[in-house]
């Protein structure tokens, strides 16, 4: 008979309790990994090697958007109460290439939801203090859907054709734009003008906001040479979130522009400058006649249109500060003036001007900030035409400055402030604030 070692109990005891104790911190380490790795990713879903990276990897790249937004107008003859809402942003990026098919072929598909209540319509300024609502009718929701096609002739030319959400072209610029969910919510600042947009004959949000239009279809032509880069368009002038736009495009008349942007880099400080021209042979309503015969001629259908406007832009963006690792990352000065013939386009003018970009401090990059000053100039005809009615009316202005917090790089609480000078003069200064949270997944 084997005679079989005797260990102690206390011995057990404290062998199970070191290793329960060991697993323990095992757990919380890898709990603790688990969480580190979800803030520092760029979304909940886009894990190492997973479905969206394997996705990637074959040419398809999926993201979905949801930006929630809380506005209210606590100065002001406007509305008092606050309104909840906002939208939902679904992207699809195709390479064709990827997927075994020919090279230099992509597609972009947006899909939108809006949803919930806005105070666009509760103030009484001209210009829209949430362009991510400003489509959105009270008590209704609306769904847009964009698809556009580019294809690379070479590295350095390439053909795009198809709906193009402006508010998405405008939020890729690093310091201005945004489409209203994550920087500037002001439409004058949030999706600056650019230039194919009329008065046209009937009402509503298109001629409320009377700078730019939110869809446009048509096709694009982009140059990429040293030291310039030149985008040719032909666009319908109308705005595409109405139907009829997609069924018969160009009835009405055809936008032409060009855009040349020059980047420059002073002091080791990136910025570029960009010059935009257009032209447009749509019919709009002739605004030197909207005087005491324009309820007559609206009653009798003979509404006095006008042929063709142009319109001319220059706008500049310069860091003045920016990341000595990374150059995309800083912050600096931001500017735009543009001109318009004024009729049929009822702004003649406008400019703004501000400061925006990163918050450089350590740590806090992903923060983004801004503040800017816009003023938009109606035009005169337009102004001595109300007046001729008895309806008094003057040029806009404002102020706006937000600051976006990134609690994550998928996770972002953002504040905005606004103080409007309304186009009514008989209306007080407008003072405008929101908290937005929008989630990347």
Same mark, same amino acid.
């Given at each position: 008979?084997?005679?079989?070692?005797?260990?102690?109990?206390?011995?057990?005891?404290?062998?199970?309790?070191?290793?329960?104790?060991?697993?323990?911190?095992?757990?919380?380490?890898?709990?603790?990994?688990?969480?580190?790795?979800?803030?520092?990713?760029?979304?909940?879903?886009?894990?190492?090697?997973?479905?969206?990276?394997?996705?990637?990897?074959?040419?398809?790249?999926?993201?979905?958007?949801?930006?929630?937004?809380?506005?209210?107008?606590?100065?002001?003859?406007?509305?008092?109460?606050?309104?909840?809402?906002?939208?939902?942003?679904?992207?699809?990026?195709?390479?064709?290439?990827?997927?075994?098919?020919?090279?230099?072929?992509?597609?972009?598909?947006?899909?939108?939801?809006?949803?919930?209540?806005?105070?666009?319509?509760?103030?009484?300024?001209?210009?829209?203090?949430?362009?991510?609502?400003?489509?959105?009718?009270?008590?209704?929701?609306?769904?847009?859907?964009?698809?556009?096609?580019?294809?690379?002739?070479?590295?350095?030319?390439?053909?795009?054709?198809?709906?193009?959400?402006?508010?998405?072209?405008?939020?890729?610029?690093?310091?201005?734009?945004?489409?209203?969910?994550?920087?500037?919510?002001?439409?004058?600042?949030?999706?600056?003008?650019?230039?194919?947009?009329?008065?046209?004959?009937?009402?509503?949000?298109?001629?409320?906001?009377?700078?730019?239009?939110?869809?446009?279809?048509?096709?694009?032509?982009?140059?990429?040479?040293?030291?310039?880069?030149?985008?040719?368009?032909?666009?319908?002038?109308?705005?595409?979130?109405?139907?009829? &736009?997609? =069924?018969?495009?160009?009835?009405?008349?055809? /936008?032409? %522009? #060009? *855009?040349?942007?020059?980047?420059?880099?002073?002091? !080791?400080?990136?910025?570029?400058?960009?010059?935009?021209?257009?032209?447009?042979?749509?019919?709009?309503?002739?605004?030197?006649?909207?005087?005491?015969?324009?309820?007559?001629?609206?009653?009798?259908?003979?509404?006095?249109?006008?042929?063709?406007?142009?319109?001319?832009?220059?706008?500049?963006?310069?860091?003045?500060?920016?990341?000595?690792?990374?150059?995309?990352?800083?912050?600096?000065?931001?500017?735009?003036?543009?001109?318009?013939?004024?009729?049929?386009?009822?702004?003649?003018?406008?400019?703004?001007?501000?400061?925006?970009?990163?918050?450089?401090?350590?740590?806090?990059?992903?923060?983004?900030?801004?503040?800017?000053?816009?003023?938009?100039? &109606?035009? =005169?005809?337009?102004?001595?035409?109300?007046? /001729?009615? %008895? #309806? *008094?009316?003057?040029?806009?202005?404002?102020?706006? !400055?937000?600051?976006?917090?990134?609690?994550?790089?998928?996770?972002?609480?953002?504040?905005?402030?606004?103080?409007?000078?309304?186009?009514?003069?008989?209306?007080?200064?407008?003072?405008?604030?929101?908290?937005?949270?929008?989630?990347?997944?």
């Amino acid at each position: 008979m084997i005679a079989r070692p005797i260990i102690p109990t206390r011995k057990l005891v404290a062998a199970a309790a070191g290793a329960a104790i060991c697993a323990a911190g095992a757990g919380a380490a890898r709990a603790e990994d688990v969480l580190y790795s979800l803030a520092a990713q760029p979304s909940p879903l886009d894990t190492p090697d997973g479905p969206k990276e394997q996705l990637r990897r074959v040419g398809i790249t999926p993201d979905v958007w949801v930006t929630q937004i809380y506005q209210g107008e606590p100065g002001g003859d406007g509305s008092k109460t606050w309104a909840y809402g906002g939208k939902v942003d679904g992207f699809l990026k195709i390479d064709a290439e990827k997927l075994g098919l020919w090279s230099g072929l992509h597609v972009n598909v947006q899909y939108e939801h809006y949803f919930g209540e806005n105070i666009n319509r509760r103030d009484f300024a001209l210009i829209p203090v949430n362009t991510a609502q400003a489509y959105l009718g009270a008590g209704t929701f609306h769904s847009a859907l964009s698809i556009s096609v580019t294809q690379d002739l070479s590295e350095q030319v390439s053909v795009s054709a198809g709906k193009f959400n402006m508010m998405t072209l405008a939020s890729r610029t690093p310091l201005i734009g945004g489409g209203g969910i994550d920087t500037f919510m002001n439409r004058a600042l949030a999706l600056p003008s650019t230039g194919v947009a009329y008065t046209a004959a009937r009402g509503g949000a298109a001629d409320r906001v009377v700078i730019s239009a939110p869809y446009l279809i048509g096709g694009l032509v982009t140059i990429k040479t040293a030291p310039v880069i030149v985008t040719f368009g032909l666009l319908d002038p109308r705005s595409a979130e109405n139907p009829r &736009v997609i =069924e018969r495009p160009f009835e009405k008349g055809v /936008a032409a %522009g #060009v *855009s040349a942007t020059v980047p420059t880099e002073i002091f !080791g400080l990136s910025g570029y400058h960009t010059f935009r021209a257009a032209y447009s042979d749509a019919r709009g309503i002739d605004l030197d006649e909207i005087g005491p015969i324009r309820p007559l001629a609206v009653a009798s259908g003979a509404i006095v249109t006008k042929k063709g406007y142009w319109f001319g832009s220059y706008a500049i963006q310069q860091n003045l500060f920016q990341s000595a690792t990374n150059p995309a990352v800083g912050w600096g000065l931001f500017g735009l003036a543009a001109r318009s013939d004024g009729n049929p386009t009822p702004v003649g003018w406008n400019m703004l001007v501000g400061l925006a970009g990163n918050n450089l401090l350590e740590g806090r990059e992903n923060d983004r900030w801004g503040v800017g000053f816009f003023h938009y100039g &109606v035009t =005169e005809p337009l102004l001595a035409g109300l007046d /001729a009615l %008895g #309806v *008094s009316r003057r040029s806009e202005g404002g102020v706006e !400055g937000f600051y976006n917090f990134a609690i994550t790089p998928w996770l972002r609480l953002s504040a905005d402030l606004q103080i409007v000078d309304p186009w009514n003069p008989g209306k007080q200064r407008e003072t405008v604030t929101a908290l937005r949270l929008q989630t990347k997944f």
